[in-house]
């Protein structure tokens, strides 16, 4: 864009907007206990940070050694959405700086949209916390063919807020979301929670939201449109 700025922000929900990525352990654990598994080991955890619902219950009955028959699946779904909602019922604590850059970027002007691979039913449970005010449109992992980390849910909401993906700024804190927001072709913030994130082209880093606002914001995105060789397609 000729302003420098960003057509639009897109906006990783679980451990970049609010720190529920804890409570998401919380309720992963009681599940594997609930299936008869023990402790969830840490390359597990790993495994399921930025995953989708599909992905963390295959997990769980792996780490379980229970099989994934469609009624264990079924069964532990429930188990876990029940807990997980348990959790986001008592309130998400926001990540540093996050509700803050919120405003900045309201109060500019530029559109923003929630972009996440968690499902509709605990994203509108999280959005009590959050607020739907801050966005133009949300998109959900369970409303697209395909979750992080394909593009799906980045380019379905670069086509409601009507700009082209590439022209968008991506706000992510996992390696599985920061690759669904690079194969869209949007420039990547990465400000990671609970695990690392490699760096890549399109990705600018930092270890906080806090302190950032519009401005500085539009420099990263300015800083990698600028030091990469070809159209960020």
Known sequence: MSSGRPAAVLFDMDGTLVDSEKLWDRSLVDTLTWLGGGPLTDEARRETVGGNLAFSIGVLLREAGVPA?????AETAEHLHARTEELFLRGLPWRPGAQELLASIRDAAIPAALVTNT???????ALRTIGTHWFTATVCGDEVEHGKPAPDVYLRAAELLGVPAHECLAVEDSPTGAAAADAAGAVVLVVPCEVPVLDGPRRAR?????GLDVAGLSALYTDVRERTSSPLR
């Open 119 to 125: 499902g509709r039913r605990l994203t509108d449970l």
């Open 206 to 210: 930092r270890d906080t939201l806090a």
């Open 69 to 73: 028959t469609p009624a264990r699946v």
